[in-house]
Structure formats: C-alpha cells, structure tokens
C-alpha cells in the first residue's frame, strides 16, 4: 500500500505564497514510476483539478486558475512532490489534495484516474 502525507497548508493573507509537500511511502515505491496530481476542494464545491506532472517529469500542466502562480514539481530522490503557490488569492481557500497513479504516463485531470490520495491540507487565504 502507498501512502501519501501532504503537508504546508495553513492560513495566508492574499498576495502571500506557500508550498505545498506530498511525501509518499509504502511498499517498494518509486516516485518516478508515478503520474502526480493536485486538486482541490472548497466547500459546495466539486473536486477541482490544479496541476499535475507525469511520469517522466518533464510535461506539466496547470489549470486556467492557477496558470502563471502555481507550479507543480517532483523530487525522485525524496520521493516527494511538491505545489509552490504564488499571488494566492481568497478564492484559492480550500482542501488541497494531492494525487498519484503508477499506470498514467501522461497527466490526467480526472480524479477517478488515480488510485493514490493524500489525506489534505487546508488551505486558507484571507482577504
């Protein structure tokens, strides 16, 4: 089983930034044989995809909201990933997740397309 701990939420005021962390364990694991995903979830609202980077680690990509503040990026080594967050914003406050699946090789912007979940981290953005 593999485990996913995020890590780096907390409470900002708007303009500020943070960096999310997703360090995996587990069985043998292999962070360079994963597809990555963060999503986010505020209250009401649907589970949204952020920003994901796949298997090779050399394609990201970044949904409209989030384009040009956020960016997504992998550390083999560490086995962790992680989502600097710039120029945040209040309608950025939510339940960030992040996500992991050894069968993608290309990102996926759906969540039913991994297997692998952290267990969140709020984050909030104060006006």
């Known amino acids: 089983q593999v485990q996913l701990v995020e890590s780096g939420g907390g409470l900002v005021q708007a303009g500020g930034s943070l960096r999310l962390s997703c360090a995996a364990s587990g069985r043998t694991f292999s962070s360079y044989a994963m597809g990555w995903g963060w999503f986010r979830q505020a209250p009401g609202k649907e589970r949204e995809f952020i920003a994901g980077?796949?298997?090779?680690?050399?394609?990201?990509y970044n949904a409209d909201s989030v384009k040009g503040r956020f960016t997504i990026s992998r550390d083999n080594a560490k086995n962790t990933v992680y989502l600097q967050m710039n120029s945040l914003r209040p309608e950025d406050t939510a339940v960030y997740y992040c996500a992991a699946d050894d069968s993608l090789v290309a990102v996926s912007r759906r969540p039913h397309n991994y297997d692998y979940w952290g267990q969140g981290t709020q984050v909030t953005v104060s006006s």
């Open positions: 980077i796949n298997r090779s680690g050399d394609s990201t």
